[in-house]
């Protein structure tokens, strides 16, 4: 099992920044994979960004479309915790945050994940 523990989010004006953290702890191995989605109300999942590692000094970033250029994924494997620093904010960014775990390669697919967090919201106001 893997537990995830999302923090970071907020109420924010439009242009401002946040950065949210997921810490995962539990059965957590070297080779994994860690994302985040979003979904704002009446709306499906969506794809924000996710980060794999395999070892070494190598990592892969993925970006949805809506937030490339803004958004800044990052990990710090010693702590198990991802980061995803968000900049020049919309309104349309308004939306629960999920943190997402793999076992392996992850990236635009929400069914490449094991386990999700709880979610944090995240509000833009105009």
């Known amino acids: 099992q893997v537990q995830l523990v999302e923090s970071g989010g907020g109420l924010v004006q439009a242009g401002g920044s946040l950065r949210l953290s997921c810490a995962a702890s539990?059965?957590?191995?070297?080779?994994?994979?860690m994302g985040w989605f979003r979904q704002a109300p009446g709306k499906e999942r969506e794809f924000v960004s996710a980060?794999?590692?395999?070892?070494?000094?190598?990592?892969?970033?993925y970006y949805g479309d809506s937030v490339k250029g803004r958004f800044t994924i990052s990990r710090d494997n010693a702590k198990n915790t991802v980061y995803l620093l968000m900049n020049s904010l919309k309104p349309e960014d308004t939306a629960i945050y999920y943190c997402?775990?793999?076992?392996?390669?992850?990236?635009?697919?929400?069914?490449?994940?094991?386990?999700w967090g709880q979610g944090t919201q995240v509000t833009v106001s105009s």
């Open positions: 539990g059965r957590t191995f070297r080779t994994y994979a």
């Open positions: 980060i794999n590692w395999s070892g070494g000094s190598t990592y892969y970033k």
């Open positions: 997402a775990f793999g076992y392996n390669r992850g990236t635009y697919s929400s069914t490449e994940y094991d386990y």
